[in-house]
C-alpha cells in the first residue's frame, strides 16, 4: 500500500498569499497524484487531476506540481472562499490512498 | 449533467447491517466504475473499492474485505454498498465517487454523503 504523507497539517494565512501544501509518497507513482478541496459539510472537490491536470471551471490561481514521490499543490493569491481542507490521493495502485488532510484558514 | 444522489442518514444497531444506495443520473451508469469512500468525523479520507456496473466486477480495500459489499442494480442506475457487523467504528459519512474515463482513478463526481451511526 502507498503511504501519502501530507504538510503542514494546518494553515493559517492572509488574503493574497501564495499557499504551498506538500504530499510525499512511499512508492514512485509517476505523476497519478490529485488534489481536492472540501468545505465544511460538504463532499471534496477535485481541483487537480493525474498530470498536473486543471479541471474544467478550476481558477488558474490553483496549481500543482511534482513526479514519482514528491508534490507541490499552490494556490496563489488565496482568497476568502479557498478555505476548507485540501486532501493529496494517488490513484496509481490499489488501494487508493489520500493524504490526511491540510486544513487552511484565512486570517 | 452528472449527479449521484445518495440515501438518507441512518441509525444501527451494533452487530447489524446497513445497505446504502447512490442513484446516478446524466451519464452511461454501465461505462464507469463507482467508488465509495469512507470518512469519519474529523478525519481523513478512506478509499473502500469499487465496482464496474457494466460487468458487476469489483474491487476492495482489502481493510473492508468482509465489511463493504458493493453492488449495482443496471435497471435504476443505481449503486449499493451494504456493511457488515457494525461497530462504532464504521460510524462515518460514507460517499460514492463516480470513476474516470479510461483507467485513471480520480473523482470528478461525488455524492452528497450517507452519514452512517452505530449505537445502541
Known amino acids: 500500500e502507498t503511504t501519502v504523507t501530507q504538510s503542514p497539517a494546518s494553515l493559517s494565512m492572509a488574503v493574497g498569499e501564495k499557499v504551498s501544501i506538500s504530499c510525499k509518497t512511499s512508492?514512485?507513482?509517476?505523476?497519478?497524484m490529485n488534489w481536492y478541496q472540501q468545505k465544511s459539510g460538504e463532499a471534496p472537490k477535485l481541483l487537480i487531476s493525474?498530470?498536473?491536470t486543471l479541471r474544467p471551471g478550476v481558477p488558474s490561481r490553483f496549481s500543482s506540481s511534482g513526479y514519482g514521490t514528491d508534490f507541490v499543490f499552490t494556490i496563489n493569491n488565496v482568497l476568502l472562499g479557498d478555505e476548507g481542507i485540501y486532501y493529496c490521493q494517488q490513484s496509481d495502485n490499489v488501494p487508493y490512498t489520500f493524504g490526511a488532510g491540510t486544513k487552511l484558514e484565512l486570517k | 449533467q452528472v449527479q449521484l444522489q445518495q440515501s438518507g442518514a441512518e441509525l444501527v444497531k451494533p452487530g447489524s447491517s446497513v445497505k446504502i444506495s447512490c442513484k446516478a443520473s446524466?451519464?452511461?451508469?454501465?461505462?464507469?466504475?463507482m467508488h465509495w469512500i469512507k470518512q469519519q468525523p474529523g478525519n481523513g479520507l478512506e478509499w473502500i473499492g469499487w465496482i464496474y456496473p457494466g460487468n458487476g466486477n469489483t474491487k476492495y480495500n482489502q481493510k473492508f474485505n468482509g465489511k463493504a459489499t458493493l453492488t449495482a442494480d443496471k435497471s435504476s442506475s443505481t449503486a449499493y454498498m451494504q456493511l457488515s457487523s457494525l461497530t462504532s467504528e464504521d460510524s462515518a459519512v460514507y460517499f460514492c465517487?463516480?470513476?474516470?474515463?479510461?483507467?485513471?482513478?480520480?473523482?470528478?463526481?461525488w455524492g452528497q454523503g450517507t452519514l452512517v451511526t452505530v449505537s445502541s
Open positions: 493525474e498530470g498536473n
Open positions: 446524466g451519464y452511461t451508469f454501465t461505462s464507469y466504475d
Open positions: 465517487a463516480r470513476g474516470a474515463p479510461g483507467y485513471e482513478d480520480w473523482f470528478a463526481y
Open positions: 512508492t514512485d507513482i509517476d505523476d497519478d
